[in-house]
């Protein structure tokens, strides 16, 4: 729909429209156009509502598909028949208004964007060997406009209002199952909603565009076992002098223990502590590139799908156990390893065991067993005070001197506000 474009002729019928709008004007959400016309169909009409409602239809844009339907309920029962036609009729409006916001601004290029650019985004190689030898060489703006606008595209995708959707078709599964958030309180509600809630372990993640892969599948496209060895081999070797108790360990503790401290490992870590996932997501409470993200796993049912075990974490510190599913080293599953170290034991630590040759099957349970939320990152200091306030501190997650005086620093000049002026 390119409202650019549209004439700015319109018919008497519109006009009257529009202007009857503009005598009898009411609240948005109970305007009678809502339940009697599809807006989707009528492009004019849309704009009559625009053009006598744009303060309040600015408004609109604010609210998430949530407090949409929250405000819908104040008026109309769910099961009354016109609610979906107007909740469809008001994200359509919505969605509109950034349509038409995002074709307004397409023909400048965004000076924000062109800043974070790097300079090989914008010229080529040839490019830069002509500016090297101080020849001639003009810049491709229209090569420039398509970054620029990629650029946009992208980060429209992960706008408050997109996001959503974005995360939702990434990981192929239903908007429901995607929930954007801005207090703690919108988290707590999600989590005690959750069917079967206990049988769910979690992870949260700073960025939400961010893959759901470990960090050795990350680092390399293939002979990830070849890798794991040679980390694991010197990690091994050169830790024994800061923990005699190593030996004694077996491979997947060694694993587990190599993961904590950020060696590239096939474990993905989680927790059965959802507050504490929380805390991973959001302790950079300083990175506002990207909203925070929090993912939920129905453990249970995903090992039940993938090794035919009903066991929310398959305990790899029993040899039967991991003698049990060595046929399934092909399929990825949770596992669990004690309190190998005293990091696993805070955090309630468990791990994603997370096989390269399972990614379809990976995908696919995830899709089935995942629920989402997201954490709006204009809000992530306000939430970490909410979870300091309930004792929920970085000395929780890392039991060290280090995140005690974190802790202290985070309290004493964020939560109390540094006591200015005394």
């Known amino acids: 729909m390119d409202f650019i474009k549209v004439e700015s002729k319109i018919d008497t019928v519109v006009n009257g429209g529009a202007n009857n709008l503009e005598a009898t004007k009411v609240d948005l959400f109970e305007l009678t156009e809502l339940r009697e016309i599809d807006l ?4 004019e009409r849309v704009k009559a509502i625009f053009k006598a409602y744009e303060p309040e239809v600015e408004k609109l844009t604010n609210l998430d598909d949530g407090q949409i339907s929250e405000q819908i309920s104040k ?7 016109c609610y979906k036609f107007v909740e469809s009729n008001l994200l359509y409006l919505k969605q509109s208004y950034f349509i038409l916001q995002k074709e307004q601004q397409i023909d400048e290029i965004d000076i924000s964007i062109l800043k974070e650019l790097k300079i090989g985004e914008i010229f080529d190689a040839e490019s830069l060997e002509k500016l090297s030898r101080k020849t001639d060489s003009s ?5 420039l406009e398509r970054i620029v606008s990629l650029k946009f595209e992208e980060e429209e995708k992960y706008k408050d209002y997109n996001v959503v959707n974005t995360i939702a078709s990434k990981f192929e599964m239903p908007e429901t199952n995607v929930k954007f958030i801005s207090r703690l309180s ?10 079967n809630a206990v049988n769910y372990v979690s992870r949260g993640q700073k960025d939400c565009s961010f893959d759901l892969l470990p960090s050795l599948h990350r680092r390399f496209e293939r002979d990830y076992e070849i890798h794991s060895d040679i980390y694991e081999g010197a990690f091994k070797q050169k830790i024994i002098y800061y923990d005699k108790e190593i030996k004694n360990k077996s491979g997947e503790e060694l694993r587990a223990e190599g993961q904590h401290f950020g060696l590239p490992t096939d474990y993905l870590d989680f927790t059965e502590a959802h ?22 796993i129905d453990s249970l049912a995903y090992n039940k799908d993938a090794v035919s075990l009903e066991e929310k974490l398959l ?9 049990s599913v060595r046929r399934y080293s092909a399929r990825s599953y949770f596992i669990k390893l004690g309190n190998s170290n005293e990091r696993i034991h805070f955090q309630k630590g468990c791990f994603l065991k997370v096989s390269p040759q399972d ?3 990976f ?15 204009d809000c992530k200091k306000e939430i970490l005070k909410e979870l300091f306030n309930l004792g929920i501190t970085f000395e929780n997650i890392y039991p060290d001197k280090d995140n005690v005086v974190k802790s202290i620093k985070f309290n004493y000049e964020e939560v109390m506000g540094g006591y200015r002026g005394r």
């Open 139 to 143: 810049v491709d703006f229209e090569k």
């Open 275 to 296: 507050l504490i996932s929380l805390l991973f997501a959001i302790e950079d409470y300083n990175y506002s590139q990207q909203h925070s993200i929090v993912f939920f």
């Open 186 to 195: 919108e988290f707590i509600s999600f989590v005690s909603e959750l069917d």
């Open 75 to 81: 008026t109309l029962s769910k099961d009354d028949p």
């Open 363 to 377: 995908k696919r349970r995830l899709s089935n067993f995942c629920r989402i939320v997201i954490i709006n990152k």
């Open 40 to 43: 989707s169909e009528n492009e």
């Open 359 to 361: 990614r379809e099957d």
């Open 315 to 323: 305990d790899y510190s029993v040899p039967t156990v991991v003698d």
